[in-house]
């Protein structure tokens, strides 16, 4: 029976009795304050079932409801098992998840609790902590996280605590590190702050690297804290410190720092002043600076000047008349002063007491002759000296003289020069002698005294007034009134050509300037600015006639000079040369026989050398006659280096350069030996070629002075100049300097009256009682770098005075007016009359490429006086500037002053006027407040009811505008 009813159950598929079990992992105690963000996994598994893998349903709920399979909580079934998941779980998905179980209709169930937490989290990071070396250094970790957060240190693998040696502190919950007497030697590295809550852990390292502030080590000043005037000094700030320190120099009180431009150069702690003017003087300051804090060291720069010299610019007078060349200045220190002309020197010196000799030295014939005095004036004592020395030295007389010799061409102008230098030096020494010429020094005064003054002491004079910082020169103009005297001229003929444009000139010495005309056949020749222009300056004037068939620019010129003292009058011929065919006629007729030049002969090229160009002198006697004389020389030339003994001389350089009495080479290279070949050319044909004949250039030299300089002024002025020669270094830059002047007034004389009274009283207290004798030197004449364009020493004399040719006629003229001629306008001289003119201001220096040739000026005033300067600048040094003068007129029509200070405030003061405008009408906008709102309740009579309205409903009062803090103070 029993055996039935087991059948009979197996039939009916009742279920199995079995012994399975649900469990779930992990563990319900492991599922409590689980990680945020960290994906999440529980397992819901049956234990010890036999039966099929489908007869077991799995499945997850929630609050009782059923967790889907997709979605970012969801479900996945595995064998005998099915997976909670919970994609980047949040607090907010913690709850009673329960796990329910059905096999053959029997359930079971199992649930647990699972939350979650969020992990700790660091706060304002800095992964980079700088504590100053030797301070109590404070090392931050700010960390995030609930009561059961626990924070430690690490440092090289060692957990830190307040009982190690070091005297670690903690404090925030060991969220702050304390270190004492931080010392990066032993306690910079990285530093592990370490957070750890529940499950989480988290680390941040710090590294940490002790700092220094900076401490200034080296201040390297100049002695004494003073600078020399023109000079550079270099001033250098060092300090030590930890991140390296950067520099800053401050002058007096500016608080823009030093930056670098023309005038000074900031590198690191070194700043380096160019040109010191009394304008550097002051406070300088270094900071040095870095992250942990900054230092500073100071001093006061005291610049050392040169003299400050006042000369009158120019004096007029008559002949036969005295005159006082007076210069006064004033300088630091030790300061000398002396007078020179020329070749001629003029100063005081001190000698012995009893000494009544006046000394003269003569170069030329190397020997010293002593002429006794025969009075002194009252103003010179017994204990004055004027010793007259010759600019040449004895040592190198010979190579002075060949370069006169060569300057004036021949032997026969050598013994000339020799005798007129001889006559000069004899008739200077008579003039000492019989006290016609003297110097005497004053209260800061040096006094040149002349009586009946000659023709031949018309010169430029120059006072020098040197001290330790270096010497000051101002040059004052001594002019005869004299009738026009020829300087140079064309010469008696030029020959001409149709085709051909010639120019002819002449070129005077007259006080005043003269007035110039040009004549031909009685008729005054007028310009038509093509076939005749005429170009007239203040000493010379140019004639250019261009000539063509059937033109009648032939013939017999006369150029007149005249000044309101006298006249002058030269002739000048211009010859046509060729053949002249009469068509009409057929006869042939010649108006010049011109003959084939003879060779070259006599070619020197050694006498002179220069870098980047030749001068050569030949024996002249040959082209005596008209008809021989060359137009040009042709020269080949080729570079020593370069040539082999079957040189062919076809494959030399070709140039053909005018014919002179001195040939100049042109576009040379310095440092080079060339040899050349030369030969004549005119109408009629080419000589033979010379022999080779060898030279070399030198070494590069500094630019010569800028020719042609003018300014010309209408809405702005604007100053131009020609490109003067670079001497064999390319230019790099063009200097401007542009000084205001202006006529000197009663106070400033006062003023210097004053000063000479306080000067002499002063020395009247001193002890020294040493009487000065008048010493009168010449000084070694310098050789400038070019001949043809150094300024001729000045000698006025009825004879010519000689100027080294050019390449052209035009170029020759131009040389002499900027070497003879101060550019000076007329105008200027008759407005300012005798007035002494002195310096306004200071100077304006401007530089510009060397590409430029003029330079527009906007702070040029009109009716004004100006004396400007321009210089070249090569890699080899400045150029000796070319200066002149100008006076504006009602031109420049525009200037650019700027704003003083006096305009800056009233700017400022009606800008801080209009602010406070804009600021009163915002209040009074708004809350009805301010000054309008009491304008127009008093004057205006509006009452302010907006504001009464809001008093009576409650709402007015300083509140109404702002929202009440529940949690403040009652």
């Not at 945020?36 to 007869?55: E, I, P, Q, T």
């Not at 009180?253 to 550097?280: M, T, Y």
């Not at 003029?346 to 170069?363: D, L």
């Not at 000539?547 to 017999?556: A, E, H, M």
């Amino acid at each position: 029976m029993t055996r039935i009813l087991w059948l009979l159950l197996l039939v009916t598929g009742l279920p199995e009795i079995s012994g399975w079990t649900l469990t779930l992992s992990p563990t319900e105690e492991r599922l409590q304050n689980r990680r945020s963000g960290d994906n999440f996994l529980a397992v819901c598994k049956v234990k010890d079932f036999d039966g099929a893998a489908s007869d077991a349903k799995i499945e997850w709920y929630r609050d009782g409801k059923l967790i889907p399979r997709f979605g970012s909580t969801m479900t996945i079934e595995r064998t005998y098992s099915n997976q909670l998941m919970i994609n980047r779980p949040k607090i907010s998905d913690g709850g009673k998840y329960t796990c329910k179980t059905e096999i053959h209709g029997e359930t079971q169930e199992v649930s647990a609790e699972i939350s979650f937490v969020d992990p700790p989290k660091f706060l304002n990071i800095q992964e980079e902590q700088h504590p100053e070396e030797g301070t109590r250094a404070e090392i931050v970790c700010e960390v995030e996280g609930d009561d059961q957060l626990e924070v430690f240190w690490q440092f090289n693998g060692v957990t830190l605590d307040e009982t190690s040696q070091r005297g670690y502190e903690f404090s925030e919950n060991n969220q702050i590190l304390y270190i004492p007497h931080f010392t990066a030697k032993i306690d910079d590295g990285v530093y592990n702050c370490n957070a750890a809550q529940y499950s989480s852990f988290e680390t941040l390292s710090v590294n940490v690297t002790g700092y220094a502030r900076p401490t200034i080590t080296v201040f390297d000043v100049p002695n004494g804290n003073r600078g020399i005037e023109g000079h550079t000094i270099e001033l250098k700030c060092g300090a030590v410190g930890k991140p390296k320190p950067t520099y800053k120099w401050f002058f007096e009180d500016d608080e823009v720092p030093i930056a670098r431009s023309d005038k000074h150069s900031v590198e690191e702690g070194l700043l380096i002043i160019e040109s010191l003017n009394s304008e550097d003087a002051g406070t300088y300051k270094c900071i040095a600076n870095n992250t942990v804090g900054t230092n500073e060291r100071s001093f006061d720069l005291a610049v050392f000047l040169k003299p400050k010299v006042d000369l009158k610019h120019e004096h007029v007078v008559k002949e036969g008349e005295d005159v006082e060349l007076v210069c006064s200045y004033h300088g630091e220190g030790q300061v000398t002063a002396k007078f020179t002309t020329g070749s001629r020197e003029f100063s005081v010196k001190k000698v012995h007491a009893n000494s009544e000799e006046i000394e003269m030295e003569q170069n030329s014939e190397e020997s010293t002759t002593t002429v006794n005095s025969a009075s002194q004036e009252e103003t010179v004592t017994a204990s004055d000296e004027l010793e007259l020395k010759s600019a040449e030295n004895v040592d190198n007389s010979n190579e002075e003289d060949e370069t006169s010799h060569h300057d004036h061409g021949g032997q026969d102008g050598e013994d000339k020069d020799e005798k007129e230098e001889s006559t000069k030096w004899k008739r200077f020494a008579d003039d000492v002698n019989s006290e016609r010429i003297s110097v005497r020094a004053e209260d800061n005064k040096l006094i040149l005294s002349i009586k009946n003054i000659a023709l031949e002491d018309a010169a430029d004079y120059t006072c020098a007034v040197s001290n330790d910082a270096g010497t000051t020169n101002k040059v004052t103009q001594v002019g005869i009134i004299h009738p026009p005297t020829l300087r140079h001229y064309t010469g008696p003929h030029v020959r001409s050509y149709d085709g051909n444009t010639v120019s002819i000139y002449c070129d005077v010495s007259a006080v005043p300037s003269p007035k110039w005309h040009w004549y031909k056949d009685g008729k005054e020749v007028e310009a038509n600015g093509a076939s005749i222009q005429i170009d007239t300056q203040t000493s010379s004037t140019k004639l250019t006639l261009e000539n063509f068939d059937g033109s009648d620019n032939y013939g017999v010129y006369t150029c007149k000079a005249d000044n309101g003292v006298g006249q002058l009058e030269k002739q000048i011929e211009v010859i046509k040369v060729g053949e002249y065919i009469n068509l009409r006629s057929e006869i042939r007729v010649k108006l010049f026989v011109s003959v084939s030049p003879p060779t070259p002969a006599g070619m020197d090229c050694k006498k002179m050398i220069y870098p980047n160009y030749g001068k050569c002198s030949f024996d002249s006697d040959i082209y005596e006659k008209e008809e021989s004389k060359p137009q040009t020389l042709d020269i080949l030339i080729a570079k020593f280096e370069e040539m082999e003994s079957d040189y062919n001389w076809s494959d030399a350089q070709t140039v053909s350069v005018p014919f002179e009495e001195d040939i100049t080479i042109p576009d040379l290279a310095s440092n080079t030996q060339y040899v050349i070949k030369a030969r004549a050319v005119n109408e009629a044909g080419r000589s033979e070629y010379t022999d080779e004949i060898s030279f070399e250039t030198t070494d590069p030299w500094a630019p010569q002075s800028p020719g042609s300089v003018t300014m010309k002024c209408s809405d702005y002025c604007i100053v131009s100049w020609d490109t003067p020669n670079s001497h064999g270094s390319p230019l790099l830059k063009y200097k401007i300097t542009i000084q205001e002047m202006k006529v000197k007034t009663d106070e400033e004389e006062k003023a210097a009256s004053s000063e000479k009274s306080a000067s002499q009283e002063a020395e009247e207290n001193s002890d020294n009682d040493d009487e000065n004798d008048v010493e009168t030197t010449t000084s070694e004449n310098d050789n400038d770098e070019e001949g043809d364009n150094s300024s001729e020493t000045k000698t006025e004399s009825s004879e010519s005075i000689k100027l080294e040719p050019h390449e052209n006629d035009d170029a020759t003229l131009e040389t002499r007016d900027s070497a003879e001629i101060l550019p000076t306008d007329p105008s200027t001289s008759v407005e300012r009359g005798d007035a002494e003119m002195v310096a306004h201001g200071s100077p304006v220096v401007l530089e510009v490429d060397a590409t430029e040739n003029q330079l527009q000026l906007t702070n040029i005033k009109p009716h004004s006086y100006y004396k400007i300067a321009v210089s070249a600048e090569n890699a080899i040094g400045q150029g000796e500037p070319a200066e002149f003068e100008h006076q504006t007129d009602d031109s420049p029509t525009k200037y650019d002053e700027g704003m003083d200070s006096t305009k800056v405030f009233i700017a400022a003061a009606i800008g801080v006027l209009f602010l406070l405008v804009i600021v009163d009408f915002g209040c009074y906008v708004t809350n009805r407040c301010g000054l309008i709102s009491c304008i127009c309740l008093n004057l205006c009579g509006k009452n302010n009811g907006a504001k009464q309205r809001d008093l009576e409903s409650g709402r007015g009062g300083p509140e109404s505008n702002r929202l009440l803090d529940s949690s403040g103070a009652r």
